[in-house]
């Protein structure tokens, strides 16, 4: 089973994905990870919200080189009987419809787990997680860089409807 989680910043997607492998057989996959992995070293210490407008193509090319690393282990894994957890955000339709259709081609089954968390809610987390730079810590989120992302996520289609489970956290 493929599982694209998502939500909107400080939803607790890592930390469901942490949570859900604890109690199943699971492999996970957040872009964070691998973006601070393979690249924070290449950005500014506290990058703000002008340098990822400045550096965008940039970010996304690093972004896209991760996903594909992604995609091709998870078409490996898609045959087993391990629950595969993709934390990539998932902000736009079509984002979450390429790996729907790619579940769909290797003969998959797939669910979207959407975290809905009130905005307050999640805007206390980020300011918490920014202060204590624990374990889901990768970089500051500032108040611009949290509204951005409030703007440009895209409600489910209809067809993404039928496969959508809701996590209240």
Known sequence: MLILVTGLTGAGKTTYCREFSKKQISKRYSID??????????????????WFIENQKWYTDRIQRCEDL?????????????????????????????????????????EIHYIDVPRDVRWERVQKRNTEKAETYSMIVTKEMFDYIEEIFED????EKAIIKIIKS
């Open 156 to 159: 489910f289609a209809v067809d």
């Open 33 to 50: 990870d691998w973006m601070k992995a393979l690249y924070w070293q290449d950005m500014p210490k506290e990058p703000d919200m002008n």
């Open 70 to 110: 992604i995609t091709k282990e998870i078409v490996e894994l898609m045959q087993s009987e391990i629950t595969i957890l993709l934390d990539l955000g998932f902000t736009s339709v079509e984002h979450r419809k390429k790996y729907i259709e790619l579940a769909q081609r290797e003969d998959c089954e797939v």
